[in-house]
């Protein structure tokens, strides 16, 4: 099959985007420093921090291979005309209509998830097993494997309904396809931390002792609602250690990895809690909800451009995919290929915006605690646990990091 202009600039545009980040992966293992920078010296030994290089190195080489096996499958299923075929085969099955439409983007999701399966299970089982991270069972994993396949189908499947029905029956389509969207997001990120998370892990009230009262008192004078301070069952899947912030109003809930809990001092843990405090008070969680409902709003008024029957761009697409019928099921898909580049500088924006916010955090945790040390320390030794890449290649950073290296972090904590 011939590529019309458009496909074939669609093309050379997600290759060169792929030779981009195989050139920045390549500059980021050139940037590994044997040497234990100075500011770790005493708290990494030189055996750790080979094996940490050895992890990042794995985990790029990983990278390349799953970025390869992802673009593989795309031009060999896009080349070969899968996208027009696999229309029409759920067109004559279910009729022209949203079952189909839900048949199509099913099948390229279920099939799209089982290409990856293997590499998943080899990440886990074998990169993560040899680095001494991961504690996943097989029967763990296909139970996750299970849960979220069961989540996608019961959330996932009426949403979809809803956006197909809207842009085939309602005026001004993309409007009420965004607020659809915004609501259910919405609605999801309230009931996650009762209903959703509990699905795959266990959490545990923190016990009473020094640790969660200084936790109380620091956020009483931070002035934040809190409203659960819970210790997480990470350690059944993974010895990394991480904490993080959920919920809106009376569910906001602040959540320990278990493995964080056994590592920190409670001065530690009290500044990295403060850290994530940071973010609430600083508005960077209202913020950032507010670009992506802006931002949602742009895509589903572009995609009501390119999935709009009268218009030439939206006949040429779906002539560069070989779809004879313009549809919005198949203009999901189409429009999510077409906006990957646009998507690449999306994420890179919104990485520098997410690293000043990390920095702004940082500072608020300084100032409210009064010992930014604490939270070096604490950084330290995550970064120690979790074997993560101490001098990343700026060009790594700029792309893909939405935290700061933790060597800056530190410094920037030091002029405190």
């Given at each position: 099959m011939e590529l019309n202009p458009l496909g074939l600039a669609i093309l050379i545009i997600l290759l060169l985007l792929w030779n981009l980040d195989f050139v920045v992966t390549l500059l980021n293992l050139r940037a590994l420093r044997p040497e234990v920078p100075a500011e770790f010296e005493g708290i990494l030994d030189p055996a750790e921090h080979a094996k940490s290089l050895d992890y990042t190195r794995a985990s790029a080489r990983f990278g390349i291979i799953e970025s390869l096996?992802?673009?593989?499958?795309?031009?060999?299923?896009?080349?070969?005309?899968?996208?027009?075929?696999?229309?029409?085969?759920?067109?004559?099955?279910?009729?022209?209509?949203?079952?189909?439409?839900?048949?199509?983007?099913?099948?390229?999701?279920?099939?799209?998830?089982?290409?990856?399966?293997?590499?998943?299970?080899?990440?886990?089982?074998?990169?993560?097993?040899?680095?001494?991270?991961?504690?996943?069972?097989?029967?763990?994993?296909?139970?996750?494997?299970?849960?979220?396949?069961?989540?996608?189908?019961?959330?996932?499947?009426?949403?979809?309904?809803?956006?197909?029905?809207?842009?085939?029956?309602?005026?001004?389509?993309?409007?009420?396809?965004?607020?659809?969207?915004?609501?259910?997001?919405l609605l999801l990120t309230w009931l996650a931390p009762s209903l959703i998370l509990p699905l795959?892990?266990?959490?545990?009230?923190?016990?009473?002792?020094?640790?969660?009262?200084?936790?109380?008192?620091?956020?009483?004078?931070?002035?934040?609602?809190?409203?659960?301070?819970?210790?997480?069952?990470?350690?059944?899947?993974?010895?990394?250690?991480?904490?993080?912030?959920?919920?809106?109003?009376?569910?906001k809930k602040i959540a320990l990895y278990d493995t964080l809990v056994e590592e920190q001092t409670t001065d530690e843990l009290v500044g990295v809690l403060a850290h994530e405090i940071g973010h609430f008070k600083c508005r960077h969680i209202l913020q950032r909800i507010g670009m992506a409902i802006v931002q949602t709003a742009v895509l589903f008024f572009l995609l009501?451009?390119?999935?709009?029957?009268?218009?030439?761009?939206?006949?040429?697409?779906?002539?560069?995919?070989?779809?004879?019928?313009?549809?919005?099921?198949?203009?999901?898909?189409?429009?999510?290929?077409?906006?990957?580049?646009?998507?690449?500088?999306?994420?890179?924006?919104?990485?520098?915006?997410?690293?000043?916010?990390?920095?702004?955090?940082?500072?608020y945790a300084a100032k409210v605690t009064g010992k930014p040390e604490s939270l070096i320390s604490a950084l330290k030794k995550l970064s120690v646990k979790n074997l993560s890449n101490l001098t990343p290649h700026p060009a790594r950073v700029f792309l893909d990091h939405s935290h700061p290296p933790v060597l800056v972090r530190i410094a920037a904590l030091r002029t405190l």
């Open positions: 096996v992802s673009l593989f499958a795309l031009l060999v299923f896009w080349l070969a005309g899968g996208f027009g075929w696999l229309d029409q085969f759920c067109r004559g099955w279910l009729g022209d209509g949203i079952p189909a439409g839900l048949a199509f983007l099913g099948i390229l999701f279920l099939a799209n998830h089982l290409i990856h399966l293997p590499l998943s299970i080899y990440s886990t089982f074998v990169i993560e097993e040899r680095f001494g991270f991961n504690r996943m069972t097989p029967k763990l994993f296909i139970a996750d494997e299970i849960k979220g396949l069961l989540l996608a189908t019961i959330l996932g499947l009426p949403l979809l309904a809803g956006v197909l029905w809207i842009f085939r029956s309602v005026p001004n389509a993309w409007l009420w396809a965004w607020l659809l969207f915004t609501t259910v997001q795959f892990n266990k959490f545990e009230p923190m016990e009473d002792g020094e640790t969660r009262r200084e936790i109380e008192t620091m956020a009483d004078q931070c002035g934040f609602p809190l409203g659960e301070i819970s210790v997480m069952d990470g350690s059944k899947r993974s010895t990394k250690a991480n904490a993080y912030f959920t919920g809106f109003g009376k569910t009501g451009k390119v999935i709009d029957p009268g218009s030439a761009f939206a006949r040429g697409l779906f002539d560069a995919f070989f779809v004879a019928e313009i549809s919005p099921h198949v203009g999901l898909v189409l429009f999510a290929i077409l906006f990957t580049p646009v998507s690449r500088i999306l994420g890179v924006l919104g990485n520098v915006w997410s690293r000043k916010h990390e920095f702004e955090a940082d500072a």
